[in-house]
Structures are given as structure tokens and as C-alpha cells.
């Protein structure tokens, strides 16, 4: 059994395009810049994984490099859990790592892990299918018609489902959804509002006319700390509330939310519910609950596809979420990764991730490159 031995981090310029856009302020630079970690063990397995940033690079290597290297250096690739809850311990007692961090390195672990087993991850996870269907999700776009130009692009597509998240003011959102579901009479649609913070009166009026819309659900209408506020918006609606994407804790901060009927369908990813271990735990919790985990885009093709091979390793899930455009989130696979005709994503079927790195464009676009040891 291998240990790790290499623990390597590349800062790399995104290329051009590939940012959210619409985000205020300090964010705008969100997604100017990646990093990728990558794991060797002392037998020559290597794990890899995307690290999101968020205004600028400096905290996330900081942590990766003071605390959360020395923590995975020379332990076992098969010690996940004993490492993940080592890491949760450190974040409780003053570590306080940002949501996205711990995350990767996870995926990287579990990523050698399934190479050693000459397997996919999905089937050393326990497989349950091999491919899941898709909704194009929107970023926050300044016009109406950008949103009417990309739901029939999709459409097109095959993609048979659609999520708006809206700019502009709670007012403007209905307006938004109207639009969309004129444009889209026949896709399921989903919004959600993540920039925003509504009132519980706000939240009810725009509930409302989603339902009349017949959408599918609403999500993340408050921020996650307001759990009162979501157990009565979910009493009032009948609409399917959608909530825990970003809320800390990893998986205890979504039991809060079942516990208190808060939430009619959960949300977890690899980068912000801490790697493939918690989103796992994740999807047991929700799954004990008979509630589907819905999996929210890490915003990184790598780490994406940590998330395809989690969804195909559970029944309780629906959809990928395909952040659009979905050809701008592909870096640094060689290969980028689009839905079939019928809107379905493929689960890659080599051992581990079943990626191909293209080492050159990351070479190319690298800005610093730590190797510790």
C-alpha cells in the first residue's frame, strides 16, 4: 500500500473566458486563477484534483502548504477517513478552512486509490449506473435574452433541463423565469437565486410563481444560516426547496437541515462538502432520509468529474449540473466533457478519475509551481 510522498501544487492562469460572470465587487477576479494539486505516492500512484479560488491565491497555498500537506505527507492512501477526520479536528480547533479547501485533496486520495484497484472510481465507490442526465446551469447574465439564447442552445443540445440563476432584483427574477419557460414550455426548470438573500415574504411570492410556472425547484433563496426561515418556506410551498450547498459543517451542517424538515432536496460537491469522502456521507444521510442529494458544480472540470463518478456511485440523484458554457470548464483535461444527444453525461470508464492531463497547457499557463516533500 502505497504512502504519499510528493505533494506538488501548480497556480495557473484560467484560460480566457473561463469565470462566472455577474459576481460583485472583489469577487469579479473569482476564477482568474486555478490550482491544481497533484499526490505521488512512494510506489508511483498519482492522484489529481482542482482547487477553486477566490480573490486571489494566497490563503488557499498558505493552508495547502502549512497544514494540510504536513497532514497528508507519509500517511497511507487508504487512511481517507482517518486523514479527513484529522483535517475536520484541525478546521475545529482554529484551522478554519475555507469551504473549498480540504475538498481536492480528498478527490486526489481517492483518485489513487481507485488506480491501485485498476478501477473507476464510480465502480471502487460501488457503481450504480454509468451515465446521469444533465441541466445547463446558468451564469448570473445582464440580459433577458441571454437567458433565451442559451435555454434553446441547450435544448438544441438535448439537454432537457435548465437552471436560471437570475440577476437583477426578486421582481426581475419572476420576470426571468417567465421569460424562460416561454422560450422552454417543454424543459424542466429550476432557479436559483444564489446571489441573493430574500425576505420570507419575497420568497413566497417568487415561489408562487414558480409553481404556477411548474418549476422544478427553488434553491438557496436564503443565506444558509437562516434554517427557521427554510423550515417555513418549505411548509408554505409546494414546490421542492433545495438548500446545503454552501453551508459549513460538511455533512453535519446538512443533518441540521433534515432534522429540521428545512430542505425538500439537499445539495453537495467534492469541493465544498470536503472531497469525495464527505459528499458520500452526503449522499447516505440523504439517501437515509428518502431525499435526493443534488450535486452543485465545482466550477472546475477536474473536480467535476470527481463529482460524475460520485453521482454514478448513488441512486439518489437526478441531475449534473453543467455549468454553461460547458466548454469553458474543461481546463486541465485534455479532453473536455459534453452530454449525448440525449442530454446524459458518461461516467469515464479508466481507472480512477479516467482523466487525461494536458501537462502542457499546464506548464503553460502555470505561474508558481510548490513541490514538497
Known amino acids: ?70 497532514t497528508v505527507l507519509g500517511r497511507d492512501v487508504h487512511d481517507r477517513e482517518a486523514i479527513w477526520q484529522e483535517l475536520f479536528l484541525i478546521n475545529r480547533r482554529f484551522g478554519f478552512f475555507p469551504l473549498y479547501l480540504p475538498g481536492p485533496v480528498d478527490v486526489a486520495l481517492w483518485d489513487i486509490a481507485a488506480k491501485e484497484a485498476h478501477l473507476p472510481l464510480y465502480q471502487y465507490l460501488g457503481a450504480y449506473r454509468k451515465k446521469i442526465a444533465t441541466y445547463a446551469s446558468s451564469q448570473f447574465m445582464p440580459e433577458m435574452e441571454d437567458y433565451l439564447r442559451q435555454v434553446r442552445h441547450y435544448e438544441q443540445l438535448g439537454v432537457t433541463a435548465y437552471k436560471i440563476h437570475p440577476s437583477g432584483d426578486w421582481r426581475r427574477h419572476i420576470e426571468i423565469a417567465e421569460a424562460v419557460r416561454d422560450a422552454a414550455p417543454n424543459m424542466v426548470l ?14 413566497v411570492i417568487v415561489g408562487r410563481a414558480l409553481e404556477r410556472l411548474d418549476f422544478y425547484w427553488l434553491e438557496e433563496p436564503f443565506f444558509e444560516s437562516f434554517v427557521g426561515k427554510y423550515v417555513d418556506l418549505a411548509r408554505t410551498l409546494d414546490i421542492s426547496i433545495c ?47 428518502g431525499i435526493n442529494c443534488e450535486l452543485h458544480t465545482t466550477l472546475m472540470g477536474l473536480t467535476d468529474i470527481a463529482n460524475l463518478h460520485v453521482a454514478c456511485a448513488a441512486k439518489n440523484s437526478e441531475y449534473f449540473e453543467l455549468f454553461a458554457p460547458h466548454e469553458e470548464w474543461t481546463f486541465p483535461l485534455k479532453e473536455g466533457f459534453a452530454p449525448d444527444a440525449h442530454g446524459d453525461l458518461h461516467v469515464p470508464e479508466g481507472p480512477g478519475l479516467g482523466l487525461d492531463i494536458d501537462w502542457d497547457s499546464v506548464d503553460d499557463k502555470t505561474l508558481i509551481l510548490h513541490e514538497i516533500k
Request: net charge negative; with cysteine.
Open 1 to 70: 500500500m502505497g504512502k504519499i510522498s510528493k505533494f506538488e501544487i501548480w497556480v495557473c492562469r484560467r484560460p480566457s473566458g473561463a469565470k462566472p460572470g455577474g459576481l460583485p465587487g472583489l469577487y469579479d477576479s473569482h476564477g482568474d486563477e486555478t490550482v491544481i494539486v497533484r499526490l505521488t505516492t512512494d510506489d508511483g500512484f498519482e492522484g489529481v484534483a482542482s482547487v477553486l479560488v477566490a480573490c486571489g491565491t494566497a490563503i488557499p497555498i498558505a493552508y495547502l502548504n502549512d497544514i494540510i500537506a504536513p
Open 243 to 289: 438548500a446545503t450547498e454552501a453551508n459549513y459543517g460538511g455533512p453535519s451542517g446538512v443533518a441540521e437541515f433534515l432534522r429540521a424538515g428545512a430542505a425538500d432536496i439537499v445539495r453537495a460537491d467534492v469541493s465544498w462538502k470536503w472531497g469525495v469522502t464527505g459528499t458520500v456521507k452526503t449522499f447516505h444521510l440523504a439517501e437515509a432520509f
Open 190 to 203: 429550476m432557479l436559483d437565486p444564489a446571489l441573493s438573500d430574500y425576505t420570507l415574504t419575497q420568497a
